[in-house]
């Protein structure tokens, strides 16, 4: 516990001192995380078709103005135009990327996996990300740019790409989640406009009640209430990348021994990453997000809830017409929708106490997978996940093909793809 404590003391102390003035920061050089990477660069072009597979750049436009980028990805010997399979999208976990899906060799990589299978693959990337690309009328200095949490990316980021993929490929889709894509998904799903455009749902590493996070850092930072001292120092935007974030992350991984023990001290021990990779990894990651954001994942910690955002009382009576923020119902997730889901053992974040809670509550009952020495990240990083989840994740989406669901309107099987 020493060791996190200090670096507490460390946010503590850099909130308290530097909120109001970082400009003496500016011109040092720190050297642990690289830059964020030029916004002229494309996911495509960066991680996707230089392995050899064909990558198309989408931009939707949401309900609420923000520009989000999608990324669509074929087999290597596959057709944009011409997909067989049944699209599938991808949603990326807080403080990552649609580049998450990527990051390992093509043979371990979920995204470039389930192209392989022939699946018709999208990838999304929520607001905040450096793969979105702003706002009609907002820019990103604007306090208004970041005023959002999770439930605006289940209800305004989710909804808009599942509208897009849906209209433009005229199937119903698959939904694959990892960490914040999972609460994303639950929440979206309790939706009937969202979720009759929703085939099935793969979730790795699922969240919705957060009560029994075991993540010392994160315990720490949700019992000294971090966020709301974040927020009263005027941050609305958390970007790792920014100058203070480097300074930060800089500081906490000297004052950690190193990089992997923070993330393990938030994440929970990860078994099988590849340890020559990290440099590439946190080249891409993290991406930035919302203050909003983790002080409305902090408050669910702290209350137990699956709730929408609290405003406190006042502000509730405003918005809700009631005290406490409305709770989303697990139990109107359809009951006719398959789910699938994977959870790991060191996982500190995903807790099973937690997600037991999540099951208990929802009408359809899901199909788990369970292993013993995965941590939060290694269910999109580990160098066997392809053995571990992938296959079995792929295996359970074919099996629902063949008790004959119809697809659209294309009048052929759309199972037969490879
Ligand atoms: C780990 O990453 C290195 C560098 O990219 C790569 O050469 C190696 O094959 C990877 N190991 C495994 C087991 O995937």
């Keep these: 516990m020493a060791k996190p404590l200090m670096a507490m003391v460390f946010l503590l102390c850099f909130f308290a001192l530097h909120s109001a003035d970082d400009s003496s920061y500016r011109s040092l050089e720190y050297s642990i995380l690289p830059r ?29 103005g923000f520009l989000l980028g999608l990324q669509r990805v074929s ?45 018709d693959v999208w990838i999304g990337n ?32 989710l909804a808009g790409m599942i509208d897009y993929i849906n209209s433009l490929t005229k199937r119903k889709l698959y939904v694959v989640g990892h960490s914040q894509g999972t609460i994303m998904s639950f929440a979206a799903l309790t939706q009937p406009d969202i979720a009759e455009k929703v085939e099935a749902a793969a979730l790795l590493s699922p969240i919705s009640y957060l009560e029994h ?16 001292i974040i927020l009263a120092a005027g941050f609305h935007e958390l970007n790792f990348k920014s100058d203070w974030g480097t300074v930060l992350l800089d500081d906490l991984c000297d004052r950690l021994v190193n990089c992997i023990n923070v993330l393990s001290s938030i994440t929970g021990e990860n078994c099988c990453l590849n340890g020559s990779r990290f440099d590439l990894f946190f080249e891409y ?19 137990g809830t699956f709730s929408r955002y609290d405003y406190g009382l006042l502000k509730n009576l405003r ?38 809670h999540t099951i208990k509550e929802l009408k359809s009952v899901p199909e788990l997978v369970y292993l013993e020495n995965y941590g939060h990240v290694d269910f ?39």
């Design 36 to 64: 964020g990477l030029s916004d002229q660069k494309s996911l495509c072009s960066q991680l996707v078709q230089p392995a050899g597979y064909p990558c198309a750049e989408h931009q939707i436009q949401t309900k609420d």
């Design 75 to 119: 087999s290597c010997d596959g057709d944009l135009e011409k997909q067989k399979g049944p699209p599938i999208l991808l949603l990326h976990g807080l403080f990552m990327g649609g580049d998450a899906w990527f990051l390992n060799s093509a043979r371990e990589s979920l995204g470039f996996i389930l192209a392989d299978n022939g699946f």
């Design 126 to 157: 929520v607001r905040g990300t450096r793969w979105s690309h702003g706002h009609t009328s907002l820019s990103e200095d604007e306090k208004e740019f970041w005023d959002w949490s999770w439930e605006e990316l289940a209800l305004y980021d």
């Design 213 to 228: 996070i075991t993540a010392p850092l994160v315990r720490l930072m949700v019992d000294t209430h971090l966020d709301t």
């Design 285 to 303: 990651e993290p991406h930035p997000s919302s203050a909003k954001n983790l002080h409305h994942l902090f408050q669910m910690i702290r209350k």
């Design 319 to 356: 918005v809700y017409g009631q005290r406490k923020p409305p709770a989303f119902d697990l139990s109107r997730i359809p009951k006719s929708l398959p789910l699938w889901m994977a959870y790991g053992g060191s996982d500190e974040l995903s807790d099973w106490t937690d997600l037991q």
């Design 380 to 418: 999109i990083l580990s160098m066997k996940a392809k053995e571990d989840v992938y296959d079995p994740m792929i295996k359970f989406l074919k099996s629902l093909g063949k008790s004959g669901i119809e697809y659209g309107d294309s009048g052929r099987n759309p199972y037969e793809f490879r």
